[in-house]
């Protein structure tokens, strides 16, 4: 969704920003914009559409300062036009602002403002924060931006620049991410790390309700209520190669490839083979109650939600603990009614889902302890979770997740395999279990030796408008997930089904135009997953099979093949999402879409 760059120090500030802006692109966004601050000049342009179109309006110009702030919108209140785009400024022209988030009351704030006489020019929430720094602005633009912070409700990160303050940025944050960078000379600011992990890993993640003002060497934080704080500059793993391309047409087929490695880094010193029980260090300051919890409720969206739904099977194989697992958007509302010691489990790569975030919340509130599966290190869900466990698997851009639902998978089954340990499950069971994780990495290499079959088995298919995915127990989640693969990056329309459901209705819409994918590995569901193949063979639709290696009885009943290693039952969700992965991956391409940013979609959902 929306995001944030600010830069003061030497660099040339426009190059700083600008490039900043392009890895925030895969956020999601419809219009962005720029101002550099040099000496009282404020140079401010913004365009409808990609980063591509500012470009344009700013060749040929010669912007040069020593500060500015830039960003991307993703159009919440008006329109994506050229006028609701940030920065948005007073009518002086005097304060220039952009934002991330809701101001809730804006419409209150904005009726008294218009009855003072100010006049406004944008459809947007935001216009009212720049009308209030300058009503409140006395010479110092931090206490202006604090007497701001005091009047508004709802979420914001927010930056900001006064023409009366050069080589200075306030950023201020309730609710919306906002970290800040340090290298020598210079400082930065934006609402997600890969906006300058180019120039830094020296960061603070500002807290809610805290203001920091930045030059370009020094970085002073303070509570709205002005008390000074110190935070504590953090190191990040992530690398400037991790938001390249090295090579790979789009990040999505990238993120599909590190796979073997990210669930390596999800097991890194996480293991103990020879006694079947993995070492989260995460999760040790609530172990004590955690150990003999007999509840667990995850809660998600989107992908990690259908992680959540594999999670739930494998803690059912292999634990004694009642697993329930709530979509995050509608668990908010719930009559919440735990039982004694339920743990609440959020699985979020971005950390910054706004649904999710307001779950566990809501969680917290009714008593429950909360623990995370969370990708980025020191977002919102990781600082409210009482303990958990990071992915290490380094930043997902494309939009479609793909790494981090097998990276969340490894944790979850690792999760799972440990509580188990400490219950019923048996030695042998634990060490066979890591014995088997250990394999998935070369086991999906051996997946992507069939790249060329997948892309082919897509050309002859990528013209049908619906495809249907059918699975059973651990693999009905995978049929969701690569329904949702599919029609996030190729739209597509696209079910995914428990198989068993299919007579109860969706068998209606089966005929020969209607391709369906059946994952179909030789575990406890096979030969019930057999007869909802024949089901549909019966009616003339074609299918593609997700089958186990070697399997010679599946051939026979079905169009296309995509072999995977044999492996544990609870473990066939790590092999059988990536055959469609790469399906939705190569329809999406013989379609020409934008596959790292498809339409409407934004990567960090932080609105609800
Ligand atoms: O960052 P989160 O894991 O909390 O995001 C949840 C969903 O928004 C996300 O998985 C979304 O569904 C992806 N676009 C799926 O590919």
Redesign the pocket.
């Known amino acids: 969704m929306c995001g944030i760059v600010c830069y003061v120090g030497p660099r040339d500030t426009k190059s700083v920003l600008i490039e900043g802006l392009k890895q925030l692109e895969y956020r999601g966004y419809d219009s962005a914009g720029i101002a550099v601050q040099h000496g009282n000049q404020i140079a401010c342009h913004r365009a409808v559409g990609k980063i591509v179109e500012l470009e344009k309006k700013l060749a040929g110009l010669d912007i040069t300062g020593e500060s500015g702030i830039a960003h991307t919108r993703w159009a919440t209140h008006g329109a994506p036009t050229e006028e609701n785009a940030h920065p948005h400024r007073d009518e002086k022209e005097n304060v220039f602002v952009i934002h991330n988030g809701i101001i809730e009351n804006y419409h209150t704030l904005r009726k008294r403002l218009q009855q003072e006489g100010v006049h406004f020019r944008s459809e947007t929430d935001t216009e009212v924060l720049a009308h209030l720094i300058a009503h409140y602005y006395d010479g110092s633009l931090s206490e202006a931006v604090r007497k701001t912070m005091g009047q508004v409700e709802g979420t914001f990160g927010i930056a900001v620049i006064h023409r009366n303050e050069p080589g200075r940025v306030v950023v201020a944050r309730r609710g919306s991410p906002l970290i800040i960078g340090l290298s020598d000379g210079s400082r930065f600011a934006a609402s997600d790390v890969s906006a300058m992990v180019r120039y830094t890993n020296q960061v603070i993640h500002l807290q809610d309700n805290e203001l920091a003002v930045l030059t370009k060497d020094d970085v002073s934080i303070s509570t709205a209520q002005a008390v000074s704080v110190k935070r504590d500059v953090e190191t990040v793993e992530w690398r400037g190669e991790d938001i390249e391309l090295s090579g790979f047409p789009h990040f999505m087929l990238k993120e599909i490839y590190e796979q073997p490695n990210t669930i390596e880094n999800a097991m890194r010193g996480r293991l103990e083979p020879a006694e079947g029980v993995p070492k989260l260090g995460g999760i040790m300051p609530v172990w004590d109650r955690l150990k003999d919890c007999r509840h667990l409720v995850i809660v998600?969206?989107?992908?990690?939600?259908?992680a959540g739904c594999v999670g739930r099977y494998v803690f059912e194989k292999l634990t004694e603990i009642d697993v329930q697992v709530e979509l995050?958007s509608e668990f908010r509302y719930r009559k919440l009614n735990f039982p004694h010691n339920t743990f609440i489990l959020?699985?979020?790569?971005?950390?910054?889902?706004a649904?999710?975030l307001a779950a566990i919340k809501e969680a917290k509130r009714k008593g429950a302890s909360l623990l995370g599966i969370v990708?980025?290190v020191g977002s919102s869900?990781a600082r409210e979770t009482d303990a958990g466990v990071y992915n290490h698997a380094g930043p997902e851009i494309?939009?479609?997740?793909?790494k981090?639902?097998t990276s969340?998978l490894t944790i979850l089954t690792l999760l799972a395999l440990l509580l188990g340990r400490h219950q019923n499950l048996s030695l042998t069971d634990g060490v066979e279990a890591i014995r088997a994780l250990k394999q998935v990495p070369e086991q999906i290499k051996a997946i992507f030796a069939q790249a060329n079959h997948i892309e082919a088995i897509a050309e002859n298919y990528y013209h049908c408008s619906n495809w249907l995915f059918l699975g059973r127990k651990y693999n009905y989640p995978i049929a969701m997930?690569g329904a949702?693969?599919l029609k996030?990056i190729s739209y597509i329309h696209a079910e995914g089904y428990p198989a068993g459901e299919m007579k109860h209705g969706p068998i209606a819409l089966v005929n020969p135009e209607m391709p369906t994918v059946a994952i179909v590995p030789q575990d406890d569901m096979y030969e019930k997953m057999i007869s909802n193949i024949q089901e549909v063979k019966s009616r003339r639709g074609p299918v593609i099979a997700i089958a186990t290696q070697g399997d010679a009885k599946i051939r026979e009943l079905v169009d296309e093949v995509i072999e995977v290693p044999p492996t544990l039952s609870f473990l066939n969700p790590l092999l059988t999402v990536i055959p469609c992965q790469l399906l939705a991956y190569y329809c999406a391409k013989f379609l020409n879409r934008d596959i790292d940013q498809?339409r409407n979609?934004?990567?960090?959902?932080t609105v609800e």
């Open positions: 998600a969206c989107g992908t990690s939600f259908y995050a959020a699985l979020s790569q971005s950390g910054e889902t649904d999710t990708n980025v869900i494309g939009v479609a997740s793909t981090i639902f969340q997930e949702l693969k996030e498809p979609l934004a990567k960090s959902v």
